[in-house]
């Protein structure tokens, strides 16, 4: 399955791109994509088969995708004379990733395949 989620996605939740911003927004997405499905291999057939929550997997991505558009230089702090400003740590790092805490909004619901805290998959489920 190609990436759901699209640059527009990305604009709804900042603000209109334009058409260099679009091009990177949609680089970056690709690469969302590819993160999440190396992190969790069930993610594609879940998304092809309508289990994953949509809403859910287009606010992650576009967070992951926004932390790297809104600090384009990777700045985490700047002064001029008397003003200061910090930006968070993570957000700083100007670097694309999925938190655990995103990670974790995607993941797949136990099921009674699962046992303790190791879901186990069928070999044919990947």
């Not at 990305?10 to 590819?34: G, I, K, N, S």
């Not at 576009?62 to 008397?82: C, S």
């Amino acid at each position: 399955m190609s990436n759901p989620v699209t640059p527009s996605d990305v604009a709804d939740r900042w603000r209109p791109l334009t058409d260099d911003e679009t091009l990177l927004a949609a680089a970056l997405l690709d690469d969302a994509w590819a993160l999440l499905k190396a992190r969790d291999v069930t993610i594609d057939t879940r998304a092809t088969a309508g289990t994953l929550d949509a809403g859910l997997l287009r606010m992650v991505e576009t967070a992951m995708v926004l932390r790297v558009m809104r600090n384009p230089d990777g700045k985490k702090q700047e002064a001029i004379d008397d003003y200061s400003w910090t930006r968070d740590n993570a957000v700083s790092a100007g670097l694309l990733y999925v938190g655990d805490d995103e990670l974790a909004l995607l993941r797949a619901p136990y099921t009674k395949t699962t046992r303790g805290s190791v879901r186990l998959v069928a070999y044919g489920d990947l």
